[in-house]
């Protein structure tokens, strides 16, 4: 069975600054990896996923994240921070596009002034 | 572009009670997923339905049914209610391709008391 792993429960950012939130995966082939994101008491939005092909992959509200199949990951980036932007992040693995999700524990990202 | 409904959005129900939770997946998406989410946790998956049939299961407990109608949309059915299953549910749909990837609702929240 597939499993993820976020590694950082919380994450503090100065408003601004870079953003990498790790997630690792564990599948014997390549699964359909996606990152969500939730604000409190609130759904779960999508910002990118990736399937196969360009290994960086661009999602919304300017994030990427970068497939690299040698470490297993799937790291989600931003350049510059925005206040907007703190909430608790998922990282969530399928074997196939028909496939249950499963979600890793999710990462708290704060943003500091 | 229409997003998948969940309703209530808020339910409150007493020990032993019984709740029903409604889920109207995108059109033209054939398969629900329902997932529960603790306070503080991530996701987990309960069960899901590919063309009105159970498709996979996961840690739903006996006291819990569900089931997916003609028109796609689907209920998740909870008698005998504990204070351990006050969380957000949430129904995600999806059209089994991979580029469409899942769309989750915004989720019902239960509380016991």
């Known amino acids: 069975a597939q499993s993820v792993t976020q590694p950082d429960i919380h994450i503090t950012v100065s408003e601004g600054a870079s953003l990498e939130l790790r997630c690792n995966y564990s599948y014997g082939a390549t699964p359909y990896l996606f990152w969500y994101v939730q604000s409190p008491g609130q759904g779960l939005q999508l910002l990118l996923k990736y399937f196969s092909g360009d290994t960086l992959v661009q999602g919304i509200k300017g994030f990427e994240a970068e497939f690299k199949r040698s470490q297993s990951s799937f790291n989600l980036r931003k350049p510059s921070v925005h206040w907007s932007d703190a909430a608790e992040y998922f990282c969530?693995?399928?074997?196939?596009?028909?496939?249950?999700?499963?979600f890793g524990k999710g990462t708290m990202l704060l943003v500091s002034p | 572009a229409a997003g998948v409904i969940q309703s209530p959005r808020h339910l409150i129900k007493e020990k032993r009670e019984t709740a029903t939770l409604k889920c109207y997946p995108i059109p033209r998406h054939d398969t629900v997923y329902w997932y529960q989410q603790g306070p503080g946790q991530d996701p987990q998956f309960l069960i899901s339905f590919y063309e009105k049939m159970q498709s996979d299961k996961g840690s739903i407990p006996d006291r819990f049914s569900a089931q997916q109608f003609s028109d796609y949309h689907s209920e998740l059915n909870m008698s005998s209610l504990e204070l351990g299953d006050s969380a957000l549910y949430f129904c995600a749909s999806s059209s089994g391709q991979a580029q469409d990837g899942y769309t989750f609702g915004s989720g019902t929240r239960l509380t016991v008391v």
């Open positions: 969530a693995v399928a074997p196939s596009g028909y496939s249950t999700l499963t």
